[in-house]
T-cell receptor
């Protein structure tokens, strides 16, 4: 069965960096676009970044553009989110999710989600 | 900032019907992009509830139904049950942002 397991969250000081990972199994990872979606405490869902199946196309929310980088290693079935210059407002649960299409751009949906990893940015 | 607007909360007694609206614009729902819905139970990751406006994944009860018209979409829950108490989010694609967008979220309370 499809499994997505995030890791790498924790407490970090403002301005520092953190790298999240999402290990995928149970499907052909290289076929699907992947997403990072975050949820601040008590708030709604926010799409953070998208990467196409082959890594050739990426999207970033304005709130993280220039600070976060999404990447993937299809040989390791792993998705990454490099987060630099972290701010207090980046504190959230970060979920990785699988698109049902390969491109990640269009009428796709997120059929599978990981359990999330908590990032807390605080001094 | 969400570009899809939902009512903050809806409520109903067991067995009743409730609907959740999702209002977008000409760059997302109105542009013809599909709307999808997610259910998030307290403390758990979101789960796909409806895809392609009105299609239920395997295992989702037929009490849930979806529709789309113009720049809006709706999720209906008929025969409301206690286990339906959760947060619900709509999602679509926005061509101006070139990314997926989520609704503001609606909390469903079973009275």
């Amino acid at each position: 069965q499809v499994q997505l397991v995030e890791s790498g969250g924790g407490v970090v000081q403002p301005g520092r960096s953190l790298r999240l990972s999402c290990a995928a199994s149970g499907f052909t990872f290289s076929t699907y676009a992947m997403h990072w979606v975050r949820q601040a405490p008590g708030k709604g869902l926010e799409g953070v970044a998208i990467i196409s199946h082959d890594g050739s196309n990426k999207y970033y929310a304005d709130s993280v553009k220039g600070r976060f980088t999404i990447s993937r290693d299809n040989s390791k079935n792993t998705l990454y989110l490099q987060m630099n210059s972290l701010r207090a407002e980046d504190s959230a649960i970060y979920y990785c999710a699988r698109d049902n299409f390969g491109s990640g751009f269009g009428s796709g949906w997120l059929g599978y989600w990981g359990q999330g990893t908590l990032v807390t940015v605080s001094s | 900032q969400s570009v899809l607007t939902q009512p903050p909360s809806v409520s109903g007694a067991p067995g009743q019907r409730v609907t959740i609206s999702c209002t977008g614009s000409s760059s997302n729902i109105g542009a013809g992009y599909d709307v999808h819905w997610y259910q998030q139970l307290p403390g758990i990751a979101p789960k796909l509830l409806m895809y392609g406006n009105s299609n239920r994944p395997l295992g989702v009860p037929d009490r849930f139904s979806g529709s789309k018209s113009g720049t809006s979409a709706s999720l209906a829950i008929t025969g409301l049950q206690a286990e339906d108490e959760a947060d619900y989010y709509c999602q679509s694609y926005d061509s101006s942002l070139s990314g997926y967008v989520f609704g503001t979220g609606t909390k469903v309370t079973v009275l």
